[in-house]
């Protein structure tokens, strides 16, 4: 065989299977990391632990499966699990590289569809895999704390019940609507949802669902419960809630009046620019249904905010998602 004949093989090879050969090439294939042996390097930094209960002295090695795979037995619960117990690959029999395709595709933004051509699993395996993901995502951004100059505004999206409703009991509390048709209620109504986001001058950002129509001190509390340091200034526009919050939260609060944008060295201009990526970003998911609509919120945050190169945001994807417990 030769090496033009290799190359013609290599060609008809799809992404995923190229990208393992490149793993291979540039690795001994001895030495690539299987995703078992990952996620027990990512979870078991400080000893192994029971994914059913956290417990780390009670867990033992407990034989193997017939695949090899090693099992742990938990003497404080009495369940037993595996490496992959309670992550986002629990379940699935697919392989690191393909874990590793789909997660590129992620921070590409690409559709579930493009996304499962791409890794050759089915559509609805691309969709159950994107928010395992950005639920592990999600856990992650719950701990985050913005602190120095805060600019604060909310954002508002038409309410959604997209979805397959076929196999529930769901019912409609209203006539259906086409996508991308405006709501029937003009101005804010609890036909808007409310999404309060936050962006600070060191890059990072926090943006959840608040409620619905016009938002209050007390909802603005409950978005923002311990995601502020002490010691920040918020800087808003005229909106009273802004006002109580602040006052209750003992938070310096300099508001811009109403059709200005800046104040000295105080403005909101990050955060408008911050809702205007927002709104481009979903504009091409044609509709989110407002159930998931703080999973893409994180998901935005990690491919606008994060600055990190296309191969470093992915190992950071990989490694805080498959190291985090799911809840169960």
């Given at each position: 065989?030769?090496?033009?004949?290799?190359?013609?093989?290599?060609?008809?090879?799809?992404?995923?299977?190229?990208?393992?050969?490149?793993?291979?090439?540039?690795?001994?294939?001895?030495?690539?990391?299987?995703?078992?042996?990952?996620?027990?390097?990512?979870?078991?930094?400080?000893?192994?632990?029971?994914p059913h209960c956290g417990c780390v002295e009670g867990v033992s090695r407990n034989g193997h499966r017939k695949d090899?795979?090693?099992?742990?037995?938990?003497?404080?619960?009495?369940?037993?699990?595996?490496?992959?117990?309670?992550?986002?690959?629990?379940?699935?029999?697919?392989?690191?590289?393909?874990?590793?395709?789909?997660?590129?595709?992620?921070?590409?933004?690409?559709?579930?569809?493009?996304?499962?051509?791409?890794?050759?699993?089915?559509?609805?395996?691309?969709?159950?895999?994107?928010?395992?993901?950005?639920?592990?995502?999600?856990?992650?951004?719950?701990?985050?704390?913005?602190?120095?100059?805060?600019?604060?505004?909310?954002?508002?999206?038409?309410?959604?019940?997209?979805?397959?409703?076929?196999?529930?009991?769901?019912?409609?509390?209203?006539?259906?609507?086409?996508?991308?048709?405006?709501?029937?209620?003009?101005?804010?109504?609890?036909?808007?949802?409310?999404?309060?986001?936050?962006?600070?001058?060191?890059?990072?950002?926090?943006?959840?669902?608040?409620?619905?129509?016009?938002?209050?001190?007390?909802?603005?509390?409950?978005?923002?419960?311990?995601?502020?340091?002490?010691?920040?200034?918020?800087?808003?526009?005229?909106?009273?809630?802004?006002?109580?919050?602040?006052?209750?939260?003992?938070?310096?609060?300099?508001?811009?009046?109403?059709?200005?944008?800046?104040?000295?060295?105080?403005?909101?201009?990050?955060?408008?620019?911050?809702?205007?990526?927002?709104?481009?970003?979903?504009?091409?998911?044609?509709?989110?249904?407002?159930?998931?609509?703080?999973?893409?919120?994180?998901?935005?945050?990690l491919i606008k905010m994060n600055k990190q190169s296309l191969q470093d945001k992915v190992q950071f994807v990989l490694?805080?998602?498959?190291?985090?417990?799911?809840?169960?």
């Amino acid at each position: 065989m030769t090496v033009s004949d290799i190359l013609k093989l290599i060609g008809s090879l799809s992404t995923r299977e190229q990208n393992m050969l490149r793993t291979l090439l540039l690795n001994d294939a001895t030495k690539v990391i299987k995703i078992e042996q990952l996620i027990t390097e990512a979870r078991h930094t400080n000893g192994i632990s029971c994914p059913h209960c956290g417990c780390v002295e009670g867990v033992s090695r407990n034989g193997h499966r017939k695949d090899g795979t090693q099992r742990y037995l938990c003497t404080n619960c009495g369940k037993s699990s595996v490496a992959t117990t309670n992550s986002i690959t629990s379940g699935t029999r697919k392989d690191l590289e393909t874990w590793k395709q789909f997660i590129r595709c992620m921070v590409n933004g690409f559709s579930v569809r493009k996304t499962a051509v791409e890794c050759e699993i089915h559509k609805n395996t691309a969709f159950i895999w994107r928010h395992k993901v950005l639920d592990a995502l999600t856990q992650i951004s719950d701990k985050t704390k913005l602190d120095g100059i805060i600019e604060a505004d909310e954002t508002f999206f038409p309410i959604s019940y997209k979805g397959n409703h076929k196999k529930s009991k769901f019912v409609m509390p209203r006539e259906p609507r086409k996508r991308g048709k405006s709501v029937r209620v003009r101005g804010l109504s609890n036909e808007q949802v409310c999404v309060p986001c936050a962006v600070s001058r060191n890059g990072k950002a926090f943006g959840k669902v608040a409620n619905l129509g016009r938002v209050s001190s007390i909802d603005l509390d409950k978005v923002y419960d311990n995601k502020i340091d002490s010691d920040a200034t918020l800087c808003t526009d005229k909106m009273n809630s802004y006002v109580r919050f602040a006052h209750r939260n003992d938070f310096k609060l300099v508001q811009l009046k109403s059709g200005k944008s800046k104040k000295g060295v105080y403005n909101i201009q990050r955060i408008n620019s911050y809702h205007s990526e927002l709104k481009g970003f979903l504009r091409p998911f044609k509709g989110v249904s407002t159930k998931y609509l703080n999973n893409y919120l994180v998901w935005h945050n990690l491919i606008k905010m994060n600055k990190q190169s296309l191969q470093d945001k992915v190992q950071f994807v990989l490694k805080s998602s498959i190291s985090i417990i799911a809840e169960v």
